[in-house]
């Protein structure tokens, strides 16, 4: 064998040893400040399936260290049925210590769900297929991305409007901005962004993509993907302009911390691997500072993002 | 030039650019229209039979227990159905109404480029509709394409458009079931 090839396969070797060898880390990268608005994101996770129960059981695991008291669901709640089973197996079961423990759920309606689940209290939706409500100084929308018909949006408006809150969270399902097999949703962000820079919104949740992304701000708002709560799409991602940090490569969920004007997050694998960290710091008519390190493991050539100055890596970052 | 032909081409040019406006603002509203007046006629006639089976099942409240939901949308529909057991396709869309969505849908998605077209046909389903089936839980719903929500006549809240491949269905949300559809619509 040529002396050059097997130089580049000892190195390949050494970079795929070192990537899976890296330290799993399960270290929590939030504050912890006192009275802070303390929440977990999850998407497209009811399939009931291996890996749900899996990442629910990690979700539970970071409960214990990071008290949240409620979890907001991007979609794509029960898929395959709605059949009273199917609310079990896919909802009750997996998340059942975090219900015991009196963690609330705020779903939002996904393309594979049937918008009677509104009707279903443990979703808190309150019987209607989009809805607000405030945590603290939060004021979260969730919205029915599947027909953002007028009316909709008439009531976002005049609700966006009305909220006093210091932090507006709109989410919803389908991703006004990802790069993955569905792409960008052009439709729904002709329609919902120019409310969300009307109105002041810094932080916006989809799922619908079965992975996670964090999208570089866009016109002041930082959007996150958070897809892959119990279905995974590996190698999904593909090389856009817009992406800050991508994980495909396994099932993920978020936590966020509010405290004042600042919003921390922490994207967690579901071998408990920090897969994003890093924090928001609300504009104030401006760009938001958007702070974010990171330790994925994904082989997409993602673009390194001028404006977020990533600290060193704790592993290494193939996909940068 | 003469002051009058000033005035003449002045008054012209004025003109020119009002009435496309005035034309516009006083265009026949969508409702208005025959196919689309008769069409909100036969959806609220819908509206009145599905508000007659809700009223013949046991009324849904927010409940902890999923039976209680899921039993109650198949009651709903079941009654829905027995209401409307002669049902055929083009009751409420009739072929004028068709013809004017099939129009409005074509322009709507002829005008779009190809990355919009892909996400006109995101998750689109395959399967054939039937007036009065259950909506397969097999299949997700499309998301509606937000432009067209803009165009189409506005539906009450019992019911809304959805997209299957190459089909436009009406379904009726709280029973889930087809209650009509069209075909060949882009």
Redesign the interface.
């Known amino acids: 064998m040529p002396r050059a090839i097997l130089r580049r396969l000892v190195l390949a070797a050494a970079v795929v040893g070192g990537w899976l060898a890296a330290p799993i880390a399960q270290d929590l990268a939030l504050p912890l400040k006192p009275n802070s608005v303390r929440f977990a994101v999850i998407g497209d996770n009811g399939t009931g399936e291996k890996a749900e129960y899996e990442l629910a059981a990690q979700m539970a695991n970071y409960h214990e260290k990071f008290p949240f008291t409620f979890v907001i669901m991007n979609g794509d709640n029960l898929y395959g049925g709605e059949r009273p089973q199917d609310f079990v197996n896919k909802f009750e079961a997996p998340y059942k210590t975090l219900l015991a423990a009196k963690v609330d759920f705020f779903a939002t309606l996904g393309n594979h769900d049937d918008p009677n689940q509104r009707f279903y209290k443990p979703f808190n939706m309150g019987g209607q297929r989009y809805y607000t409500y405030n945590k603290g100084n939060v004021r979260f929308f969730s919205l029915d991305s599947n027909y953002m018909d007028p009316v909709q949006l008439a009531w976002l408006e005049k609700e966006l409007k009305a909220s006093g809150s210091d932090w507006k969270i709109p989410y919803f399902h389908h991703p006004l901005y990802s790069s993955g097999m569905h792409g960008s949703q052009i439709d729904l962000r002709n329609v919902l962004e120019p409310l969300f820079i009307k109105y002041g919104v810094d932080v916006v949740f989809s799922g619908h993509e079965h992975f996670y992304q964090r999208i570089k701000p866009q016109q002041g708002i930082t959007y996150f993907v958070s897809g892959a709560g119990g279905q995974l799409r590996r190698g999904d991602i593909r090389k856009a302009d817009f992406t800050a940090l991508g994980y495909d490569q396994d099932q993920s969920f978020m936590l966020v911390e509010i405290a004042d004007k600042e919003l921390t997050f922490q994207a967690i694998s579901r071998t408990g691997q920090t897969v994003d960290k890093g924090f928001i710091v609300q504009r104030a008519g401006a760009e938001p500072i958007v702070v974010g390190g990171s330790t994925p493991a994904s082989p997409n050539p993602l673009p390194k993002s001028p404006e977020t100055p990533a600290p060193a890596p704790q592993s290494p970052a193939p996909n940068k | 030039m003469s002051n009058l032909k000033l005035s003449v081409l002045g008054a012209v040019t004025v003109a020119s650019l009002l009435f496309p406006v005035i034309g516009a603002a006083q265009a026949p509203a969508k409702a208005d229209t025959p196919a689309t007046a008769e069409f909100n006629k036969r959806v609220a006639a819908y509206a009145d039979v599905h508000k007659k089976a809700d009223g013949q099942v046991p009324s ?8 209680e ?2 039993s109650r ?1 198949t009651a709903l529909g079941n009654a829905i159905r027995a209401a409307r057991a002669t049902a055929q396709p083009g009751d409420i869309i009739t072929r004028q109404a068709a013809a004017e969505f099939r129009r409005l849908i074509k322009k709507e998605y002829q005008s779009r480029n190809r ?2 077209r ?3 046909l ?2 689109v389903p395959h399967f054939r509709p039937k007036v009065n089936q259950t909506y397969p ?2 299949w ?8 067209l ?2 165009v189409l006549p ?1 539906l009450p809240d019992v019911l ?1 458009s959805s997209m299957l491949d190459e089909a436009l269905i009406l379904r009726d ?2 029973a ?1 079931i087809v209650v009509d559809f069209i075909l060949d619509v882009y």
Do not use: G, M
């Not at chain 2, 997700?140 to 432009?147: C, E, G, K, S």
């Open positions: 849904l409240k927010r409940t902890d227990d999923p039976a939901i899921t949308e990355e919009e892909k996400i006109f995101d998750e839980s097999a997700p719903l499309a998301t509606f394409p937000t432009p929500l803009d506005k809304e949300v709280k889930n």
